[in-house]
């Protein structure tokens, strides 16, 4: 998807458009839907919308680096690769071309448990990747993830902590995609019985938290320090 953007559009939505009319349409409504009325989607788009970059002046710019620190990786840029999910029917090389990508261009990644290929990989030394992890198991099983993700060279653990039952995705009903199902299908009982006592055993010193929207939902860490 080479060329400038139409000049009515972003560059974003330039890409967003383009990738509209190149995938299936089951597949573009699972990858830009929201859940329900859309208004979760709506927000993250004006939240980020309302961050702006603001340029310094008389500055001497002669030597300039963009590159930054993640969890005691060197990055060439403060960028990382959010996890995606379903990767794998989005591009034909799945998790691995993710981190291929990422890994050439010196940013960090993320890559979920719920890929087929994303148990297999191996993050090199050099690299900074993190491993987002659904609670598909119990107490035992869990441990067992954590250990083989540090095992296997990621640098930090995402734990995804906000599905404990699925929404109804319009989009994925209307179009009958592979996620259509999730709206009636029950989650697994350890995610819906997963708490913030059962996650402190998995402390790590790199451990991030998918799915906390509000400063309320942390006062549980508070039960992690006791």
């Given amino acids: ?26 597949l573009w409504a699972y990858l830009s839907g929201g859940a329900e009325t859309g208004a979760a989607l709506r927000r993250n788009r004006d939240a980020l919308d309302a961050v702006a970059l603001v340029p310094r002046v008389l500055v001497d710019v002669t030597d300039i680096a963009c590159s930054a620190s993640l969890l005691g990786r ?22 691995a ?27 090199p030394p050099r ?11 119990n107490q035992d099983w869990l441990d067992e993830q954590c250990a083989a993700a540090v095992d296997r060279g990621y640098s930090g653990l995402i734990v995804t ?4 039952v699925f929404p109804v995705r319009p989009a994925d009903v209307e179009t009958g995609n592979h996620a259509a199902l999730r709206s009636v299908r029950d989650t ?31 006062r549980g860490l508070r039960v992690l320090k006791r």
């Fill in 127 to 137: 690299a900074c990747g993190l491993f987002q992890l659904y609670v598909d198991g």
């Fill in 97 to 123: 071309g993710a981190q291929r990508a990422a890994e050439s261009a010196g940013i960090a990644y993320a890559l979920g448990s719920a890929l087929p290929d994303a148990g297999a990989l191996r993050v």
């Fill in 74 to 95: 060197e990055l060439l840029l403060p960028v990382m690769l959010a996890p995606v999910g379903s990767l794998h029917l989005v591009h034909e090389q799945g998790a």
């Fill in 188 to 218: 697994s009982a350890h995610r819906r019985s997963f708490d913030w006592t059962a996650l402190r055993r998995q402390i790590l010193t790199n451990m991030a938290l998918l799915g906390t929207p509000t400063l309320a939902d942390l």
């Fill in 161 to 164: 902590v906000d599905a404990p």
């Fill in 1 to 26: 998807m080479n060329g400038d953007p139409a000049p009515d559009r972003s560059f974003t939505e330039d890409r967003a458009e383009r990738a509209r009319r190149t995938l299936p349409a089951e």
